[in-house]
C-alpha cells in the first residue's frame, strides 16, 4: 500500500478541478426540475444525492470535512464520510450541493452547486459554530479594509483606494433581521446595499472579483460557507476575514472548551492553510458569474467556473448533455 501524498505532491492534480466540475454539473442537473416548485427539500435531496453519486468516481482520497452534515441533519455527504475512488491525494473535501435551497425552490437567480478541496488537515474546524462576522471583497482590499474597524470606515477607505466615490461603492448583505443596524450603517455611510435573499457563497465570491458589481460582502452567515469561500478568495487574490458568532451560549460555550478565541480575526490562510486548493461551481439559477442550467436545443447547458489558488487559475466551463444520455 503506498503512504498517502498531498495534493502538492500528487501529479494529476491539475486534472482534479474537471473531474470535480462533474459532480457539481451532476448536482445542478438534478436540482433543476426542482426549480421554482416550492419544495427545498427535494431539491436538495436530488442535488446531494448526484453529487455524492459523482464525487465517488472522483480520483482521490477524500474526507468530507464540510458537508451538509449535523447543521442539515443530513444522511450523505455528511461530515467525516469518505469520497472519492480511494486512489491520488488524501484531501479535505468541503460540499454544498446547492447554496441557496430556497432561491431554487422559489426560482429564484443566485443558486449554485458548489465543492472545494483542499490538501488534507488543511480546512478549519469551526468546532460547530455554525455561524461567523464575515467581511469579504477583492485584491484592490487588501491591507485596506478590516472587520475590526466599522462598516463606515472600510466603505471609505475602499473607496479611495478604488478612485471612485462612496457612492458608487456596493455592499452585499444577507436579509436578515440581525443586519438592521449593519444596513443602516452602510446607508449612512453613502454606500449602497444589495440584499441576498440567500447564496452566502455567491455573495462571497462576487465581492471577490475584479469584474463584479459588488466592492464588499459583510456580515454574518454560515461558517461552512465562509470556509468554502476563501477557496475561491485564495484563487482571486481577494481578502475574507471572520469572526467566529455563537448563536447561543451553549454554542459559545462549546467553542470555548474547544480552544477558540471568539475575538480572533481570522483570515483566508486561517481559513484554508494550504495554497493547494480549489473552487468548483456550477450555476443552478443565473448567478452574476455563472448562468443557471438551461435547455438549449435537444441539449442541457450547464455553466461553472473552476478555480485553483496555487496557480491562481479561473477557468469558466460551458456544458452541453444530451439529457437522453447524461450520465
Known sequence: MTEPVSLGEWQPDRNLAMELVRATEAAAMRSTPWIGRGDKLAADGAAVDAMRRFLSTVN???????????KDDAPWLYNGEVVGNGEGAECDVAVDPIDGTRLTAEGR???LSVIAVADRGSMYDPSAVFYMDKLVCGPVGVGVVDIRR?????????????????SDIRVAVLDRPRHEQLIADIRAAGAGTRL???GDVAGGVNAARWDSNIDLCVGIGGTPEGIITACAVKALGGVIQGRLWPKDDEERQRAIDAGHDLDRVLEANDLVASDNCYFVATGITDAEFVDGVKRNGPFVRAESIVMRAHSGTIRHVTSDMDPNRWS
Not at 470606515?153 to 462612496?166: C, Q, T
Open 150 to 166: 466599522p462598516i463606515g470606515e472600510n466603505i471609505r477607505a475602499l473607496a479611495r483606494a478604488k478612485r471612485v466615490d462612496v
Open 196 to 198: 441576498l435573499m440567500d
Open 109 to 111: 437567480p443566485g443558486a
Open 60 to 70: 482521490m482520497r477524500g474526507t468530507v470535512v464540510i458537508g451538509e452534515g449535523e
